[in-house]
């Protein structure tokens, strides 16, 4: 029984561990690129996009399709990003836990 009670407060633990995190997901910024810099693109570690920066040269209404593209391209580079920060903060938290490889915690 006591066993069952320690896990029962490792359990507990590891869940006040995982609200925290994501918590801290929710301030943690990341930024991603494209056109060699010309269009970036801000967004938190779980995906809420705070900001985007374009580049004034890119204001071509005759290249919109061009800026569209890189749009799609910087925010796709943030959200890489921001996933593996998620990923990096959740690795440490379940640092020697024997979870299967490939499971999403969040």
Same mark, same amino acid.
């Given at each position: 029984m006591r066993d069952l009670m320690g896990m029962m407060k490792q359990a507990q633990a #590891? +869940?006040?561990k995982m609200a925290a995190l +994501? !918590? &801290? @997901? *929710?301030?943690? &910024?990341v930024s991603g690129a494209s056109g !060699? !810099?010309?269009v970036w693109v801000t967004m938190t570690a779980k !995906? +809420?996009?705070k900001?985007? +920066? @374009? *580049?004034?040269a890119m204001m071509n209404p005759d290249e919109r399709e061009i800026l569209e593209d890189l749009i799609v391209?910087? #925010?796709n580079d943030a959200r890489g990003k921001a996933e593996q920060v998620?990923?990096?903060? #959740?690795g440490e938290l379940t640092k020697g836990l024997p979870l299967p490889p490939g @499971?999403? @915690?969040f």
């Open positions: #590891m +869940q006040e +994501q !918590g &801290e @997901l *929710d301030t943690v &910024e !060699g !810099g010309a !995906g +809420q996009v900001g985007v +920066q @374009l *580049d004034p391209a910087a #925010m998620a990923a990096e903060r #959740m @499971l999403k @915690l």
